[in-house]
């Protein structure tokens, strides 16, 4: 069965600084990986995938992620991290028609 | 930029009461999904449905709960009986295709927050 971990319930940053949030794999065959987040009492919104090609994947708002096969990983990543950036992101990897979210990461960015 | 719609954002109910929940998908999309999120867990799926008939469902989905798309815009997820376990937020989705790569993100709604009391 395919899944996802977010090894880590929260990230905390300071604004300026890099952001890595964590996200590791377990699939059969061909992943097919996504990156939401979520704002508060907000839905959830779409901020990058992979399907195939590069293995650096660049989404909205400056993030990116990069997909790592030896490593079952999918990290996000950001270079200068912005207050606004405090959110709820997920991590999901796609099954038929389903997508099976990680548990989620709490991530904090302090001024 | 078109967007999924939900309504209502809120809705309250007693156990044992049947809820529809109602969402408005993107208009060129061919597939909608049902998610849930009970407080402080993670997202769960629960159902997708396409050319008017479920395509997949999750254990969750049980006898309690169907879907419908009973005109041209419209999404439904309905509850029977509603139990206390079912207070969650409900996240609609849709997705233009599975076939083709740049179609496979699926686009959620802003959610209703069911309470069962």
């Known amino acids: 069965a395919q899944s996802v971990a977010q090894p880590e319930d929260q990230v905390n940053v300071a604004e300026g600084n890099p952001l890595t949030v964590k996200c590791t794999y377990s699939v059969s065959g061909n992943p097919y990986l996504f990156w939401y987040v979520q704002y508060p009492n907000r839905g959830l919104q779409f901020l990058l995938k992979y399907i195939t090609g590069d293995n650096l994947v660049k989404g909205s708002y400056g993030f990116e992620a990069e997909f790592n096969k030896s490593q079952t990983s999918f990290h996000l990543k950001k270079p200068s991290a912005l207050v606004s950036d405090s959110a709820l992101y997920f991590c999901a990897v796609r099954d038929i028609a389903e997508l099976i979210f990680g548990q989620g990461t709490e991530l904090s960015v302090k001024p | 930029e078109p967007e999924v719609t939900q309504t209502p954002s809120h809705q309250v109910t007693q156990m044992g009461q049947e809820v529809i929940l109602r969402c408005v998908p993107i208009s060129n999309h061919l597939y909608f999904y049902w998610y849930r999120q009970i407080l402080g867990q993670k997202v769960e799926f629960l159902v997708s449905f396409y050319n008017n008939e479920i395509s997949e469902k999750s254990e969750i989905f049980d006898d309690q709960f169907s879907v419908e798309r009973p005109d041209g815009s419209n999404f439904t997820l309905k509850i029977r009986s509603t139990k206390l376990e079912d207070s969650a937020m409900y996240f609609c989705?849709?997705?233009?295709?599975?076939?083709?790569?740049?179609?496979?993100?699926?686009?959620f709604g802003p959610g209703t927050r069911l309470t069962v009391t």
């Open positions: 989705a849709s997705s233009p295709s599975r076939g083709l790569a740049d179609s496979y993100e699926q686009y």
